[in-house]
């Protein structure tokens, strides 16, 4: 079984059971219904479609709980006429479910719980390992949530300053439990950030992998915390840091009206093989500059590269 397609797949086939009628709480239970028999069935008789396999079994765990609730039936009338089985929508939910998942409304313990089921694809025993709590006491926390936002439609605003508290709470639950959590903010992250341009998105992905980077030096051989100051930063992973696509992506997307954005723009022009602007930038840099111990520094910088261009 490929957990991490399961987890991929399980945001946009509740999207696609509350675009066709569902209410969030019914199309999360389905869903979860339809991941056990995949779970069943998919080892020995793996679909050609998995997306496509999970939209018509859910869709069928969702018409058959409707009709077993008496309470339900004026839903029975829209959700009668059932789709015939065949490839799932290609419409992406995802980022409409975090924004229904981080409601305002929830606690915060709620809205992360309620994340890492809808959007995550966990498990509640696993998120009930993750908060060190019983699972029948995580059950109970999802399913009030769920009731919660049970009514919020897909085009109701949601708002980006909770998104954000959830995923950063999720990343410091830690990387204990059996799935990494801090792994799975960042899995989540990156996808909110790739269907929305927004800065505060970007800057906690970034804070996020700035954070990751120091994973592997964190504890030592026997398990034992190891504090910043002494650790090995060799084993840093530096592929994580900010500067993954170079110089140039920096300077595209550096804004000039940021504080010390020469200096910025300096180290950037110098690390792109440009001294001449670099150093141009920093000797501008140091006439601005709010202290003495930064004019002084820039101004190093720019004789520093004057000296290499003279010579």
């Known amino acids: 079984m490929d957990e991490a397609l399961l987890r991929t797949l399980t945001p946009t086939v509740i999207g696609i059971l509350v675009r066709r009628g569902a209410d969030f709480a ?10 056990v028999e995949a779970v069943r069935v998919w080892p020995d008789d793996p679909p050609r479609d998995p997306k496509g396999w999970l939209v ?12 077993a609730d008496t309470s339900r039936r004026h839903r029975e009338v829209r959700v009668e006429g059932e789709p015939m089985p065949g490839p799932g929508e290609v419409v992406d939910d995802t980022l409409q479910l975090y924004f229904l998942c981080a409601r305002p409304s929830l606690t915060p313990a709620s809205a992360v719980s309620l994340t890492l089921r809808a959007v995550g694809g966990l498990t509640t025993r696993q998120i009930a390992q993750a908060y060190l709590v019983p699972e029948a006491t995580m059950a109970q926390r999802i399913s009030r949530a769920k009731r919660t936002v049970s009514g919020v439609r897909f085009n109701q605003p949601g708002d980006v300053a909770t998104v954000l508290r959830v995923l ?3 990343f410091n639950e830690g990387y204990s439990g059996d799935v990494d959590l801090a792994g799975e903010a960042i899995r989540l992250t990156r996808q909110l950030a790739a269907k929305t341009n927004h800065e505060e998105v970007a800057g ?3 804070l996020m992998l700035l954070h990751h980077a120091r994973r592997p030096a964190r504890t030592g051989p026997d398990g034992r915390l190891v504090p910043l100051a002494e650790q090995d930063r060799s084993l840093w992973n530096t592929r994580l840091i900010g500067e993954a696509d170079g110089p140039r992506a920096g300077l595209a997307g550096l804004d000039p009206a940021l504080p010390r954005h020469a200096a910025v723009a300096a180290y950037l022009h110098e690390r792109d093989g440009d001294p001449v602007t670099a150093a141009r930038l920093y000797a501008e840099a140091a006439r601005s500059a709010p202290s003495l111990p930064e004019r002084d520094h820039l101004t190093r910088q720019a004789a520093r590269l004057n000296a290499q261009l003279r010579s």
């Open 56 to 67: 018509t079994v859910a869709w069928r765990k969702f018409l058959d709980a409707a009709r």
């Open 204 to 206: 906690l992905l970034a």
């Open 168 to 170: 950063y709470l999720v």
């Open 26 to 35: 019914a199309a999360e239970d389905a869903v979860q219904d339809a991941l």
